[in-house]
């Protein structure tokens, strides 16, 4: 069975710093990944997801993810974060090739930026 | 967007009573969603697949006799759990499937 981890409960950050929130997984064979956003007092929302072709993939609000395969990692990026990407992120994987199937999901990772 | 609803948004019930949550897809039609549980401080943990016309399929460990799943139609599954006990209390959150998993806002259990 696949898991997913995350490398960071909480991180905390100032406006304008860089992110860097660390994923990786455990599944040998096809895998498809995505990065989950939880505003507060709000549903799971789609940041970007990875399926095949170019590893780094960009998704909404400035966000940016890279695959890598060798490493079996999906970190998610942003230059320059602002008080509103305050929020609960998941990685997901969803593996075995089935599109938008079965998602196991990481622990979260908490962001608070501070203005 | 595509929106899930789910209700209700919480519930308080008593032991050995059953509770039944909707989760709706409101403006797309979805013959699979899913259904989470989330812990206090846990990530989603998969509970079952729900296919409309089809029985649910359970992840391992699941008591499909006590969480009972129902997708009756493209837009409705349901969610009942049956005599429910304290450590049924959790965070229950569906999602349909229509190119992507749009995620409900979640219901909240507490059982005394």
């Known amino acids: 069975a696949q898991s997913v981890s995350q490398h960071n409960h909480h991180v905390i950050l100032s406006e304008a710093a860089s992110l860097e929130l660390g994923c990786n997984y455990s599944?040998?064979?096809?895998?498809?990944l995505f990065w989950y956003v939880q505003y507060p007092g709000q549903h799971l929302q789609l940041l970007l997801k990875?399926?095949?072709?170019?590893?780094l993939v960009k998704g909404i609000k400035g966000f940016e993810a890279e695959f890598i395969k060798s490493k079996f990692s999906f970190n998610l990026r942003k230059p320059s974060v602002q008080w509103s990407d305050t929020a609960e992120y998941f990685c997901?994987?969803?593996?075995?090739?089935?599109?938008?199937?079965?998602?196991?999901f990481g622990q979260g990772t908490i962001l608070t930026v501070h203005p | 967007g595509a929106v899930v609803s789910q209700h209700p948004s919480w519930v308080i019930c008593k032991s050995g009573t059953s509770v039944k949550i909707e989760c709706r897809s409101l403006?797309?039609?979805?013959?699979?969603m899913f259904w989470y549980r989330q812990f206090p401080k846990q990530s989603l943990m998969l509970m079952a697949t729900s296919n409309e016309g089809s029985k649910a399929t359970y992840e391992q460990g699941v008591e499909k006799d006590k969480f009972l799943i129902n997708h009756a139609s493209l837009t409705l599954s349901t969610l009942t759990v049956t005599s429910a006990h304290p450590e049924d209390s959790s965070f229950y959150i569906c999602s349909a499937l229509y190119e992507t998993q749009y995620f409900g806002p979640g219901t909240r259990l507490l059982v005394l």
């Open positions: 599944y040998g064979g096809t895998v498809n």
């Open positions: 403006d797309f039609q979805a013959t699979t």
């Open positions: 990875y399926f095949s072709g170019d590893p």
């Open positions: 997901a994987v969803n593996a075995g090739g089935t599109s938008y199937g079965k998602l196991t």
